[in-house]
């Protein structure tokens, strides 16, 4: 299995895999707000390939906390139904959070599973003081700081890089 940087030719995999995972009605959740008409950041999003196939993806995109603190927004990540299960998932986060870290990224948002990604270092209780654009279940909302007390003081609606 290889980890790489998410290629151009990669798109249509991965939405198949993204519709597979997440069905296709997930364009309609909250994180897709932040996500309309902003670029993923290319250099942290990869996909894990055995041989030529997709086996697996993660994308990170640009939000800010309140109007000015720069963060993160992890997800989509999909690994394919017959590897689920195998720790790929894991393998792309752990890769992915590492080269953020290495970039100077200082704080991560997500809305998933707490119990999967509380062994990463997400929690709740460093977004309370947060809001996002739209529903969410607030148990899901999650956040880990890359760098000491990255969330110190932010406060306010997660909103899209520049609006």
């Known amino acids: 299995m290889r980890i790489i940087g998410e290629q151009p030719e990669h798109s249509g995999a991965i939405e198949a895999l993204l519709d597979v995972a997440f069905g296709p009605g ?35 995109w640009p939000v800010t906390i309140g109007s000015s603190v720069p963060a993160l927004l992890l997800g989509p990540v999909a690994v394919a139904e017959d590897r689920r299960s195998e720790g790929l998932g894991a393998v792309l986060i752990e890769h992915s959070l590492a080269r953020a870290m290495e ?61």
């Open 26 to 60: 997930r364009v309609n959740k909250t994180v897709y707000r932040l996500r309309d008409g902003v670029a993923p950041i290319a250099e942290l999003c990869f996909v894990a390939l055995e041989g030529d196939l997709l086996q697996g993806a993660i994308r990170y």
């Open 103 to 163: 970039l100077g990224h200082h704080a991560v948002l997500l809305v998933g599973d707490a119990p999967y990604y509380c062994r990463f270092g997400f929690r709740h209780e460093l977004v309370r003081t947060l809001s996002l654009p739209g529903p969410v279940d607030i148990n899901r909302f999650l956040g880990l700081d890359l760098a000491p007390g990255a969330f110190e003081g932010a406060g306010g609606l997660v909103g899209r890089w520049g609006g």
